[in-house]
Structure formats: structure tokens, C-alpha cells
């Protein structure tokens, strides 16, 4: 088996392994690819694995040899699902890897928002806390999570996990999901129009489709507390972003954490990038090691599975 790697870097930049793929076939690993690219380096592929370049219909019937087509990621957009089905290609994905990491890059997100950690470090190293005349001093209001609502919308794995952090720092959980399921102790599944009203922070871990698409908009941010936070850490479209910059710069909610946008890498336009009490990274948290490593290891054995005819994690 031929296998072709075709953008490897966000997954390994150098600090992992892919001597284990090796093993399965001949392996040939391009950091990145673009669009033009990935019919070329594909040729003569039986395996090809991708994080974001793209498989439409035209470059899936231009590759005769190609039987599988391994995401490294659990979105499979970037697949045309129905195409490879024709073709019998097998197409699958990494479920479930990054559930601790992004989990983890939520709060990060919310209590930067709420201690202002950063503005206070850059500011004793610029001297303010040298030249104070007091032991102590805070450049903004600082939130307690003690008490406050979080509302959850989506309860998957993720969302799962979040919402044990937020009971552990004694918050107490709202939760809107197309599945809901009985209220116990810290957890209570809502409605959207209530979740909305009633949260201090609310997270999105809902997958994106057109029903998903700008589900925070100018109708919900209007429904959310002026003291509200909104966590972004699932797909970027589903923020109306002009809305919630709008939002934010005329103090309608109290702040945003976002891990991605809508574009990605964004525009240097996108209004968010200069929006008032607004925290942005590009996109990482999926990328710790740990995961990393977890979801290398995962398309390891999806490869496998596929070589031994037993598919796992297929997706169409």
C-alpha cells in the first residue's frame, strides 16, 4: 500500500512519530499541500490522509488506484462522502480524541475572560505593581464561577466533560441538545430561548449544519445577560461574527472566548480581531500532545483496520 500524507504538520510538527504509519506501506508525509497540489500527490495513492485539504467529487473520480481516504480530525467536510460511496472508497475519521484537551482550552478561555490573568501580568512587568501604593490592585472587575449558570449547547463528549469542570468549580449546568435527558443534581436540559436567558457563560460544542449555522446571531446575543460570556471552541459559523463583534463593542454581553473562526486563518477584516473583551487563539485547542499523540495513534489503527479488512470509525 501506497499511503500519502498530505497536510501533516498541525498534527506533527516535529515532535511525534510517524515511523508507526511507516510500517503499513510505503509513506510519503507533506507537511502542507494546496488545492492544486492534491491530485498530484495523490496519484498512485491507495491510502491518503488529510487534515483540511479538500476531496472533492472531481479529484476522488481523477484517482483510479485510491481505496481509502483517512481525516485526521472527526469534522469530514472536507470529503465528499457521496462520491467516495460511488467510487467504494472507504472514508473515516478520528472520533473523540481531543475531548480532555478542548475541555481544558474552554476554561482557560473563560478564566482569562474572568481573573484577567494576562492584563495583570503584563502589567506588574511593566512596573505598576512596583510603583503602587497599595499591596494589591485590579485593573477590572473580577468574576467568581462560584454560582453562575453555564449553559451548554450540544452534550456530546465534550460537553460531557465540561460540564463535570463546571460543577467542580460549583456552576451550575443548563444544557440545550437535540437529545435531552433527565435533570439530575447541577444539570438541568432547557430550551435554547432559556438557556439563553438564564446563562453567565454559555459554550458551544453543537456540530455545525445549516440549521447550526449563525445560531448565535443578532436574535440570541439580543436574548443573552449584558453580563453574559460566550465560549466558542466548536466550529466558527456558528457565530454570526459582525453580530457578536457589535455585541461586544456596545457592552450588550460582557466578553467572548473563541478558538476558531469562520475563516480560518481569518481575514485580517473579520471584526472579531478588534472587538472589546475579546480573547482569540488560533485554533489549538485540539493540539495539545496528549491528543495529538491520541489521534496519531488513532489513524494508525484506522489505516491498519482498513489494511486487514476491519474498518473502523468509517464515516459514509
Not at 508525509?29 to 496519484?43: A, I, M
Not at 460566550?230 to 466558527?236: A, E, F, K, P, Y
Not at 453580530?243 to 469562520?262: M, P, T
Request: charged share 20%; aromatic share 6%.
Amino acid at each position: 500500500m501506497n499511503i500519502v500524507v498530505l497536510d501533516g504538520h498541525p498534527l506533527n510538527p516535529g515532535d511525534l512519530d510517524w515511523e508507526p504509519m511507516g510500517e503499513l506501506g510505503g509513506l510519503r508525509v507533506y507537511d502542507r499541500s494546496s488545492p492544486q497540489e492534491v491530485l498530484e500527490r495523490s496519484l498512485g495513492a491507495q491510502i491518503a490522509l488529510t487534515n483540511k485539504c479538500s476531496f472533492d467529487r472531481a479529484t476522488i473520480e481523477a484517482l483510479a488506484d485510491l481505496r481509502y481516504i483517512g481525516v485526521l480530525a472527526t469534522g469530514y467536510n472536507v470529503v465528499d462522502l457521496e462520491a467516495a460511496r460511488r467510487k467504494g472508497i472507504v472514508v473515516t475519521n478520528i472520533p473523540a480524541y481531543s475531548t480532555p484537551s478542548v475541555a481544558q482550552h474552554v476554561f482557560a478561555l473563560l478564566l482569562e475572560l474572568c481573573g484577567a490573568i494576562g492584563i495583570h501580568d503584563r502589567s506588574v512587568k511593566m512596573g505598576n505593581w512596583s510603583s503602587c501604593p497599595d499591596f494589591s490592585y485590579t485593573l477590572r472587575e473580577l468574576t467568581e464561577l462560584q454560582g453562575l449558570n453555564l449553559g451548554l449547547i450540544g452534550y456530546g463528549n465534550i460537553g460531557n466533560a465540561v460540564a463535570r469542570i463546571a460543577r467542580a468549580f460549583g456552576m451550575e449546568v443548563l444544557v440545550h441538545t437535540r437529545t435531552p435527558g433527565p435533570d439530575r443534581e447541577g444539570l438541568d436540559f432547557v430550551d435554547l430561548e432559556s438557556l439563553l436567558r438564564r446563562s453567565d457563560v454559555i459554550s458551544l460544542h453543537c456540530p455545525l449544519t445549516e440549521d447550526t449555522r449563525g445560531l448565535i446571531g443578532p436574535e440570541s446575543l439580543a436574548l443573552m445577560k449584558k453580563s453574559a460570556i460566550l465560549i466558542n471552541t466548536g466550529r466558527g459559523p456558528l457565530v454570526d461574527e459582525t453580530a457578536l463583534a457589535r455585541a461586544l463593542n456596545e457592552g450588550r454581553i460582557a466578553g467572548a472566548g473563541l478558538d476558531v473562526l469562520s475563516s480560518e486563518p481569518p481575514f485580517a477584516e473579520n471584526p472579531l480581531l478588534r472587538a472589546r473583551n475579546c480573547i482569540i487563539t488560533p485554533h489549538i485547542a485540539w493540539a495539545s500532545r496528549a491528543a495529538r499523540q491520541r489521534l496519531m495513534d488513532i489513524a494508525v489503527e484506522n489505516v491498519r483496520g482498513f489494511i486487514e479488512g476491519k474498518v473502523q470509525n468509517q464515516v459514509n
